[in-house]
């Protein structure tokens, strides 16, 4: 079969299915998360004359993904001319799986959305020794060696290495190598909900006092791993770790018949699928907490109503969810056009850089590098300075800032001076929400991916939403 055809029964069961949520995890809207439905372009830079591949580079993937200055932070570095297809999770799919592979160089996606293309073979993984950045001390160990680290997770952790590596036994290419990842939570209006603790669970969006004012994702593998550990926690289904990610569909029938009584009691003010939806939502105050995104928290405070990204617990069921975004190279585009050194390059030199952490941070998400704090902390490199000392320490050691934050809950890190030298931390300082991020790592809940149970979650969530 040529590289370029589409598996019709892997096509239907992970694009299909996919397309039927509309968006998933981390990839809805504007702001921060960004996706566009579909075929906007954006180019950057002029025709290199020194390079034998066909230009411009050709990258796809959602608006979360792929900026503009992505995209013109390559061009400095390379020289090369490049060009972003901006489309929804679905519609990248759907380009490359239906005859559009040949088309593409570059693709970025979520765990949750990559599946369709490694299914149906239209990805290229990249050899490891062709990443100078990949190594324990350049890379987290989350991703290096995710059974060390958040071993915690059970088989959860095998389903990180088949997502990362063409073989996880071998570990020779790297299937889809990240170069953002979040740990999202609850985020709620501190003028109407206690934090009890400045701690937040997923049980909180389904607590009565809150009735009517609760903005609830409609993303079935979002809400509903998020509603099995509620579940879990009260002891009202039985699942385990390994589960949470991929549930059976006695789970699945938990989850969705517990979300069906919720909503004919009111709980929800609206469900959203649209990341401004999500904001508007929380900024009119017409929802006052919901499972929204970090990026989305960061919108809401500059409309200047406060929200605060909830803390999630030190132990018990529930946790963040985590996932991943990535670039690869596209199979068999990529190849055939001469660019697997420049999709390779797109990610060692720009986003492995010292300039993305600072940049990409802006909307709260983490970098696979920020242990490299000789680069990422205070070093350099062509593409320009790191994020500083106050910036990283903020960021990523849970310290506060320098100056005084007299109203913590509008901060928005993109509108802040950050200090590059190391100075004392104001004693009325912003701390970052959800703290260090090895406390979000040791307090993970789930990783999200697209499950078996597809099909049948899909099934199951139409029967939620039209009851």
């Not at 998933?24 to 591949?53: I, K, P, R, W, Y």
């Not at 949470?244 to 569909?249: A, I, M």
């Not at 018949?257 to 909503?263: A, P």
């Not at 680069?375 to 960021?395: F, H, I, N, P, S």
Request: glycine share 10%; hydrophobic share 30%.
């Amino acid at each position: 079969m040529p590289d370029d055809q589409v598996n019709r029964r892997n096509f239907v069961k992970y694009a299909g299915a996919a397309a039927g949520t509309a968006a998933l995890a981390g990839c809805g809207g504007n702001g921060g998360g960004g996706s566009g439905d579909g075929g906007e372009s954006s180019t950057s830079g002029t025709q290199s004359s020194g390079d034998s591949g066909a230009r411009p580079v050709k990258w796809i993937g959602p608006a979360w993904s792929a900026r503009d200055p992505q995209l013109e932070k390559y061009t400095e570095v390379t020289g090369n001319e490049i060009e972003s297809t901006i489309a929804s999770i679905p519609s990248t799919q759907q380009k490359i799986l239906s005859g559009g592979a040949s088309n593409f160089d570059a693709v970025s996606l979520e765990t949750s959305g990559i599946g369709a293309l490694q299914k149906n073979g239209a990805v290229d993984p990249i050899p490891k020794s062709d990443l100078d950045g990949w190594n324990k001390d350049d890379i987290a160990p989350l991703f290096t060696n995710p059974g060390e680290r958040v071993g915690y997770l059970d088989a959860q952790v095998d389903t990180m290495n088949d997502y990362l590596w063409e073989d996880s036994e071998t570990r020779e290419k790297l299937s889809f190598p990240p170069h953002v990842a979040n740990f999202d939570s609850v985020g709620y209006n501190p003028k109407y909900v206690d934090s009890s603790g400045e701690t937040t669970t997923w049980s909180a969006i389904f607590d009565d006092k809150y009735n009517g004012k609760v903005a609830m994702d409609s993303i079935s593998s979002i809400a509903i791993p998020e509603t099995l550990m509620h579940l879990a926690d009260n002891d009202m289904v039985d699942v385990s770790t390994s589960e949470l990610n991929n549930p059976t569909k006695k789970q699945i029938d938990a989850a969705v018949d517990f979300l069906i009584k919720q909503k004919n009691q009111g709980q929800f003010r609206a469900l959203w699928s649209a990341y401004g939806r999500s904001v508007n939502l929380m900024s009119s105050e017409e929802a006052i907490i919901g499972d929204i995104w970090q990026p989305a928290c960061f919108d809401i405070r500059r409309t200047g109503t406060p929200c605060t990204y909830g803390t999630m617990p030190s132990s018990g069921p529930q946790g963040y969810r985590y996932w991943w975004g990535g670039i690869t190279p596209v199979k068999p585009g990529a190849s055939q056009r001469n660019n697997l050194s420049e999709v390779s390059s797109l990610l060692q030199d720009v986003h492995w850089s010292a300039w993305f952490p600072r940049f990409i941070h802006n909307w709260g998400y983490t970098t696979p590098n920020y242990v490299n704090t000789d680069l990422v902390r205070k070093g350099e490199d062509e593409t320009g300075r790191g994020m500083g000392a106050e910036y990283y320490d903020w960021a990523y050691r849970g310290k506060k800032t320098y100056e005084q934050i007299d109203k913590p809950n509008l901060f928005s890190p993109a509108d802040y001076d950050w200090s590059w030298d190391e100075q004392t931390p104001a004693k009325n300082g912003m701390e970052r929400d959800c703290g260090p991020v090895d406390d979000r790592i040791d307090r993970i809940g789930f990783f999200q991916i697209w499950p078996d149970n597809a099909s049948y979650m899909l099934d199951s969530w139409k029967d939620f939403r039209s009851a």
